[in-house]
């Protein structure tokens, strides 16, 4: 069967909204230059009558933050009955907590590194300085601060000192309501994207993070030229088929489908520790898995058209 009309939803209302458009205008326009009917909408106050008059074909959903990434606009469209590309409701709900996702995957035998997640007020009620002297004596120096829930490196940041803490906190609850404070590994930054065909799933290569200063940072993300990226990854073939395997790993065991990317640093040794998923990556310019579609020999174009073929059919 031909796809006769599809809905690619961007924007939203997330930090990441300006990130969500580019990609979803992106998407679009791959899509549309294999003569695909596309409509490109918001996910607005006006989508559910939209999507009900006129119902698409497939919904290709490529709204980053809370909306787009923890289940709740794939809920929706359940609810309605119109298939999608990406990851179920609950499979996504536990990939956006990152906490949960960790403790998944090393379930699954991956390595991540050792962490606590604070929520705010039990910061603040047990009293900030003891609460961050325990969390130096615990998990050592340096350390890396993010919300457990967001994208983008929004609200992120490397600790290298004791003293530079209470700033990365404050930094960090700008953007979510409990914080995750982990260990900083040294290594290899690298991002692995993984796509299905016929249902099962596939690596493709991995990118290597260059960052200027080393902080692959909301700026360093979506600015062209500040950031170098690498594909494929300068890895030696065993670190990057312990990546690679890592990354499906991940994909099977957080029980998604069709695509997803998988944040790693690999150390020296060449083992592979999971950072973090994402099940609606970027589509942008600068952005991670479009890279690594290039670098596999593959067009943006085909590997869409593929995924909204499988929901289709």
């Known amino acids: 069967m031909e796809l006769g009309h599809v809905v690619v939803l961007a924007g939203g209302l997330s930090y990441e909204r300006e990130v969500s458009l580019r990609s979803g205008r992106r998407v679009a326009e791959a899509l549309r230059s294999l003569d695909i009917s596309v409509e490109l909408r918001d996910a607005d106050a006006t989508l559910l009558d939209a999507l009900a008059n006129d119902p698409p074909d497939v919904v290709f959903p490529v709204l980053h933050g809370a909306a787009g990434e923890d289940g709740s606009i794939r809920d929706v469209l359940e609810l309605i009955g119109i298939p999608y590309v990406g990851a179920r409701p609950d499979a996504c709900r536990i990939s956006w907590d990152k906490p949960s996702a960790k403790a998944v995957v090393r379930q699954a035998g991956l390595l991540t590194p050792d962490s606590v997640a604070l929520p705010k007020e039990l910061f603040h009620d047990l009293g900030a300085a003891s609460v961050l002297d325990w969390i130096v004596k615990r998990l050592g120096l340096p350390l890396f601060v993010k919300p457990t829930r967001g994208g983008s490196a929004l609200g992120s940041s490397v600790v290298h000192e004791a003293h530079e803490l209470p700033s990365a906190m404050v930094a960090c609850f700008a953007y979510g309501d409990t914080a995750l404070v982990e260990q900083y590994i040294e290594g290899t930054e690298v991002a692995v994207s993984v796509i299905e065909r016929d249902g099962e799933p596939h690596a493709l290569p991995a990118v290597e993070i260059v960052a200027p200063g080393g902080r692959y940072d909301y700026t360093a993300r979506y600015n062209a030229g500040d950031t170098e990226f690498i594909t494929p990854a300068r890895l030696?073939?065993?670190?990057?088929?312990?990546?690679?395997?890592?990354?499906?790993?991940?994909?099977?065991?957080?029980?998604?489908?069709?695509?997803s990317r998988t944040d790693l640093i690999v150390t020296p040794t060449g083992e592979p520790h999971f950072l973090e998923v994402n099940v609606a990556p970027g589509m942008t310019e600068t952005s991670l898995l479009p890279r690594a579609i290039t670098a596999a020999n593959l067009t943006l174009a085909t590997v869409c058209q593929n995924l909204l073929h499988h929901r289709f059919t």
């Open 236 to 259: 030696t073939p065993e670190a990057t088929a312990r990546a690679t395997a890592a990354a499906v790993t991940a994909h099977r065991a957080l029980n998604l489908r069709d695509l």
